[in-house]
């Protein structure tokens, strides 16, 4: 039996090799609310290594931590005594439990009390909406997956994509009313890739009939698309070279999507969607140059008269007025990260759901906003009219500023 410190930290290391259960360290010997009140140890497989889970509970939360064996060990050795004044040991042949007392070391041995588990897997594949291995037919056609169902390892980036952008979508999909076609006009679709999943996710996943249309102005891209759907034999979705309001079919629609729209061409879709009563909104900006050239606060002037701060201020001041603008318009807007930096640094996709009322004290903020900022009249201006145009005219689809369909960045992947 260990009757001394030494022989205690020997049984957690004979433990943590030959199969440890659980290792707790409780009793701090002085209460702070940076020190966990205890400390559990388990252990983990982390990308296929066998390590240790530490789980640590603070008065108000619980935080976790996984390391190696050896780095478990020493951690171990530097919190035991040091930081905590007891310690227990479970393993499948005894438990053990070790007290700091004024007279030394205070170990007792005791039969097992848990059974032995099988370490939880971290860090496992994540689980996507259009999987990895199954034959996706559009992917396939796309030339992101092989036809076994494949994902290329050139288009492993463009896979987490697009299963982020549906997670996106299916989130808010609920809103939608639940009865008929859901419409769909992807504005500046370029070649598809998320348009076509898009239509997928609807029709194949959540069992919707669609009516999806992309617009786009390159004749080349969007005759590709259309043999692409042409040799899947897809139903419900069709593009076009045509201006929106050329299609009075699609005047009221319920999801407008607007992917790296180049500058003010954003508000003009957001502001062409709302007044299309569209029920739910997918805007990821592009480029943002109007507010750059006019922004202006004294207390701003340290960061704004760098340019590369105030380009970047700019981009961020825009997106949140569209954010407010949307608001105001009555829709609750969310600003999320589309996918990771390393991909894109434009990954901020705006996502708006449509509610009863407009909210004028968003708009009263809006204001607020763009005074304290120095602008003048910009072009989130026409989001705040655009739900008067859908309340008033119920399924008109006006073109702001004569405006029409946006020009997509030829330079973003997110288009390819």
Wanted: hydrophobic share 40%; aromatic share 6%.
């Amino acid at each position: 039996m260990p009757s001394t410190a030494d022989e205690f930290f020997q049984a957690i290391e004979e433990a943590l090799r030959a199969g440890l259960i659980s290792l707790t360290l409780a009793h701090p010997r002085h209460r702070s609310e940076t020190v966990p009140r205890k400390q559990t140890v388990r252990p983990v497989v982390v990308r296929g290594q066998p390590g240790f889970q530490w789980e640590q509970q603070f008065a108000r939360k619980q935080t976790h931590l996984n390391l190696t064996p050896f780095e478990t060990v020493q951690r171990v050795h530097d919190l035991l005594f040091s930081t905590y004044q007891e310690g227990y040991l479970f393993t499948a042949d005894c438990d053990l439990s070790v007290r700091k007392t004024a007279q030394g070391f205070k170990i007792l041995r005791s039969p097992p009390t848990q059974m032995p588990v099988v370490a939880p897997v971290h860090n496992r594949r994540k689980p996507y909406l259009i999987p990895d291995g199954v034959p996706c037919p559009f992917l396939v056609a796309l030339d992101v997956m092989t036809p076994q169902g494949q994902v290329k390892a050139s288009r492993q980036k463009k896979f987490r994509q697009i299963n982020r952008y549906l997670e996106l979508v299916k989130d808010v999909a609920g809103e939608l009313r639940p009865n008929g076609p859901v419409k769909i006009v992807d504005f500046g679709c370029g070649l598809s890739y998320l348009t076509f999943a898009l239509h997928h996710l609807f029709q194949a996943i959540l069992k919707r009939d669609v009516q999806l249309l992309g617009i786009d102005r390159n004749e080349q891209v969007i005759a590709r698309c259309r043999q692409i759907a042409e040799e899947l034999q897809l139903t419900g979705i069709a593009f076009s070279t045509a201006d929106i309001s050329q299609l009075p079919d699609m005047q009221k629609f319920d999801v407008a999507v607007s992917l790296h729209a180049c500058d003010t061409a954003t508000d003009s879709t957001l502001a062409q969607s709302v007044a299309a009563g569209a029920q739910i909104i997918f805007a990821a900006p592009c480029c943002q140059h109007e507010l750059a050239s006019q922004v202006t606060n004294p207390p701003l002037e340290p960061m704004l008269r760098h340019g590369i701060f105030k380009e970047r201020f700019a981009a961020l001041a825009t997106d949140t007025l569209r954010v407010m603008a949307l608001d105001a318009a009555g829709y609750r807007t969310q600003a999320v990260e589309f996918i990771e930096l390393e991909h894109t640094p434009k990954n901020i996709l705006l996502r708006a759901v449509r509610t009863a009322t407009v909210r004028p004290a968003a708009a009263v903020g809006y204001g607020e906003f763009k005074k304290f900022l120095q602008l003048g009249d910009i072009a989130a201006d026409q989001i705040l009219q655009a739900r008067a145009v859908a309340d008033s005219q119920g399924t008109s689809c006006s073109e702001p500023d004569g405006q029409s369909e946006p020009q997509s960045c030829s330079s973003s992947d997110i288009g390819e």
